[in-house]
């Protein structure tokens, strides 16, 4: 089993930024890829960001490409993602997802809502 715990989401005006964290315990944090997705109200969650075990490579969405930056502290069992220049589009919960190597399930956080004004 793994646990994950998102934070760091509020209310921010147009423009703003935000920082979100996702804290994991459990299984050994280092062995899971970590991604973010996000679901707006009536919408299907939709891929954010991904970085890989090691935290060499990245991947992002078109929609927050040059925005958002994705990364990982291993010491600290904890994956960030880094939201600048937030647009009333970004509003949505943001949910943190561990893949581990080896298996075929995923773990999910509870979601931290984001909510951009304009």
């Known amino acids: 089993q793994m646990q994950l715990v998102e934070s760091g989401g509020g209310l921010v005006q147009a423009g703003g930024s935000l920082r979100l964290s996702c804290a994991a315990s459990g299984r050994t944090f280092s062995s899971c890829a970590m991604s973010w997705f996000r679901q707006a109200p009536g919408k299907e969650r939709e891929f954010v960001a991904t970085i890989s075990r090691s935290g060499s490579t990245t991947l992002y969405a078109d929609s927050v490409k040059g925005r958002f930056t994705i990364s990982r502290n291993n010491a600290k069992n904890t994956v960030y993602l880094q939201m600048n220049s937030l647009k009333p589009e970004d509003t949505a919960v943001y949910y943190c997802?561990?893949?581990?190597?080896?298996?075929?399930?995923?773990?999910w956080g509870q979601g931290t809502q984001v909510t951009v004004s304009s």
């Open positions: 997802k561990a893949a581990p190597v080896g298996v075929t399930y995923d773990f």
